[in-house]
């Protein structure tokens, strides 16, 4: 079984930065991809990046790339989602997720952290 628990979402003005983290909680994650999506009011789920834990390979949505940094401390277990220039539409709860590398669906999720940008 997985656990997962974001943390770090908050008020920022646009141009801001923030740093969200996913603690998570496995015997092990080197078999996992994670990753974090987020979801707007009235809007789909929608990928933001992810995260080979083994090797660290990252992708990210291309929308995102260039503003957004996805890591992981492997000896913590967290996941980080460094999040720079702010806008606006990057309001949304921001999600953690895990899922077996073998399989596509993200079957582990965490409760989401608001992040909200104000103009």
């Known amino acids: 079984q997985v656990h997962l628990r974001e943390s770090g979402g908050g008020l920022v003005q646009a141009g801001g930065s923030l740093r969200l983290s996913c603690g998570a909680s496995?015997?092990?994650?080197?078999?996992?991809?994670m990753a974090w999506f987020r979801q707007a009011p009235g809007k789909e789920r929608e990928f933001v990046a992810s995260?080979?834990?083994?090797?660290?390979?990252?992708y990210y949505a291309d929308s995102l790339k260039g503003r957004f940094t996805i890591s992981r401390d492997s000896a913590s277990n967290i996941m980080y989602l460094q999040m720079n220039s702010l806008k606006p539409e990057d309001t949304a709860t921001y999600y953690c997720a895990a899922r077996e590398y073998l399989y596509s669906q993200y079957a582990y999720w965490g409760q989401g952290t608001q992040v909200t940008v104000s103009a």
């Open positions: 496995a015997r092990t994650f080197n078999t996992y991809v």
């Open positions: 995260i080979v834990w083994r090797g660290g390979s990252t």
